[in-house]
């Protein structure tokens, strides 16, 4: 506790750049002791409490560094859960655009051919590092649909819906299935540019 609150003190006293770098030194140091030296549960769940506490100062640089500071911070694996999920290397994946957290890998999709409120859309059959709101009833192009909004865990920008009960008979294989637009990603790792 007593290194939380001094990390916190140095971590608001110092630039962005400089601050960023203490979070990863303290971030890997605490992951090399939890994951290589001792290699058991209680390590595991005191370097997941120590990365949970540091989600509130992510928003802090938000508002103090500005958000590509906040970026930065994400993209070393830490978002506004704690710690975000990475898909395996080497595939093609998908990634927010705006703090480029994993999202969905290619394997996962099922269609290009929706549409979003922002234009075009892609249907997946499971996402990573995303949220669900609430289910409400929509009437979409397709007809009337129960769907919840669904949005990144690490930035809480809304990237599309979600499907929870299509009303139609021959809309019913979307149920269970993600919308997210392509405003709102990028294709990551292993694309060339032939694809």
């Given at each position: 506790?007593?290194?939380?609150?001094?990390?916190?003190?140095?971590?608001?006293?110092?630039?962005?750049?400089?601050?960023?770098?203490?979070?990863?030194?303290?971030?890997?140091?605490?992951?090399?002791?939890?994951?290589?030296?001792?290699?058991?549960?209680?390590?595991?769940?005191?370097?997941?409490?120590?990365?949970?506490?540091m989600?509130?100062?992510?928003?802090?640089?938000?508002?103090?560094?500005?958000?590509?500071?906040?970026?930065?911070?994400?993209?070393?694996?830490?978002?506004?859960?704690?710690v975000?999920?990475?898909?395996?290397?080497?595939?093609?994946?998908?990634?927010?655009?705006?703090?480029?957290?994993?999202?969905?890998?290619?394997?996962?999709?099922?269609?290009?051919?929706?549409?979003?409120?922002?234009?075009?859309?892609?249907?997946?059959?499971?996402?990573?590092?995303?949220?669900?709101?609430?289910?409400?009833?929509?009437?979409?192009?397709?007809?009337?649909?129960?769907?919840?909004?669904?949005?990144?865990?690490?930035?809480?920008?809304?990237?599309?819906?979600?499907?929870?009960?299509?009303?139609?008979?021959?809309?019913?294989?979307?149920?269970?299935?993600?919308?997210?637009?392509l405003?709102?990603?990028?294709?990551?790792?292993?694309?060339?540019?032939?694809?």
């Amino acid at each position: 506790m007593v290194c939380v609150f001094s990390f916190i003190f140095i971590f608001t006293a110092l630039p962005s750049g400089v601050a960023i770098a203490a979070v990863v030194i303290v971030f890997n140091a605490v992951s090399k002791y939890s994951f290589v030296e001792q290699k058991n549960s209680l390590n595991y769940v005191s370097s997941h409490a120590f990365v949970m506490s540091m989600s509130p100062l992510i928003g802090c640089l938000t508002s103090c560094c500005g958000s590509s500071a906040a970026r930065r911070v994400r993209r070393l694996g830490l978002c506004a859960r704690g710690v975000a999920t990475y898909l395996p290397s080497g595939g093609r994946t998908y990634s927010c655009v705006h703090c480029r957290a994993h999202l969905a890998n290619h394997d996962e999709l099922i269609s290009k051919s929706f549409q979003g409120s922002q234009g075009k859309a892609y249907l997946f059959n499971s996402v990573v590092n995303v949220g669900c709101g609430p289910a409400e009833e929509r009437v979409l192009l397709t007809g009337l649909h129960a769907v919840a909004d669904i949005y990144c865990e690490c930035c809480k920008t809304t990237l599309g819906w979600k499907y929870e009960h299509a009303f139609e008979s021959s809309q019913k294989y979307k149920e269970g299935k993600y919308i997210i637009e392509l405003a709102h990603m990028i294709k990551d790792n292993g694309w060339d540019s032939k694809r």
